[in-house]
């Protein structure tokens, strides 16, 4: 993952205008973007959007819509690559999936997951709970929304 955060920044460098330490800040917020997306993937909601507002303040104007797209593609890119990672077993650093959920001890579940969600069989109720309450969250977003345009 260490040469996708320094492939964005290689692509990005000749258009930053902040100087030495804008430099250094792009890097870092590259960097510290694929490290969570590599880490934390099922709760790094949109990974693309944090970095890009993360360094759009070191890029003029007139390149931010291709600061965009450049972040929006290497990320995307990553993305697939950790899916493709997990289909096997494996995540980024070639550790052995485990599941998401903890026991009722407190310890980590050691069951390989589905590669769907992250959680094991047995804990497959926390995952339609999860989505559930994305849902429920969004339809509470939209209600506020339309109660405000009215």
């Known amino acids: 993952m260490y040469q996708v955060s320094r492939a964005i920044y290689r692509e990005l460098a000749g258009e930053i205008v902040t100087g030495r330490e804008g ?9 510290q973007t694929i490290e969570r997306l590599a880490t934390d993937r099922h709760y790094f909601a949109q990974p693309a959007r944090t970095l890009f507002r993360d360094v759009r303040g070191h890029f003029a104007i007139q390149s931010q ?6 972040v929006r593609e290497y990320v995307d890119t990553a993305d697939e690559l950790l899916a493709s990672l997990t289909t096997h077993g494996r995540d980024a650093f070639g550790n052995p999936l485990q599941c998401r959920a903890t026991t009722r001890r407190g310890t980590p579940c050691q069951r390989v997951p589905a590669h ?4 094991c069989p047995s804990h497959q109720h926390l995952a339609e709970t999860e989505a559930t309450g994305v849902f429920a969250e969004a339809v509470a977003v939209e209600r506020r929304e339309l109660a405000l345009a009215a």
């Open 116 to 119: 769907v969600d992250g959680y």
């Open 23 to 31: 430099h250094v800040q792009v890097l870092h917020a590259c960097e």
């Open 65 to 70: 819509a291709r600061v965009w797209n450049v």
